[in-house]
């Protein structure tokens, strides 16, 4: 069974950092492209980031870019998004999500998703 799941969030002030994680499993990982989505109470879903099959082309939301950074890690499962000078309007349920087409992903389309991680920017 295809699971993805997300770790890593919580509670931190403005200005700080969250490393979340994506274990995926029951899938080949290598095939699917991996992206971050991000929805908060009463707002539609915000694409935020994306990374292709091999880990050497990211994709950033204009919102998150340059304080946040996509990554992974074949050889583990996991694909990961680095949060640095957090703001309060980047509080949200963040997900992560699978498409195999690098295109379709960026243009926020996943055929699979995991059920998310909580992230609060607060002070």
């Known amino acids: 069974q295809e699971q993805l799941v997300e770790s890593g969030g919580g509670l931190v002030q403005p200005g700080g950092s969250l490393r979340l994680s994506c274990v995926v499993s029951g899938l080949m990982f290598t095939r699917y492209n991996m992206a971050w989505f991000r929805q908060a109470p009463g707002n539609e879903r915000e694409f935020v980031a994306a990374?292709?099959?091999?880990?050497?082309?990211?994709y950033y939301a204009d919102s998150v870019k340059n304080r946040f950074t996509i990554f992974r890690e074949n050889g583990e499962n996991t694909a990961y998004l680095q949060m640095n000078s957090l703001k309060p309007e980047d509080t949200a349920l963040y997900y992560c999500?699978?498409?195999?087409?690098?295109?379709?992903?960026?243009?926020?389309?996943?055929?699979?998703r995991g059920r998310g991680t909580q992230v609060t920017v607060s002070s």
């Open positions: 990374i292709n099959k091999v880990g050497n082309s990211p």
């Open positions: 999500a699978a498409h195999e087409g690098f295109l379709a992903i960026k243009q926020g389309a996943f055929q699979y």
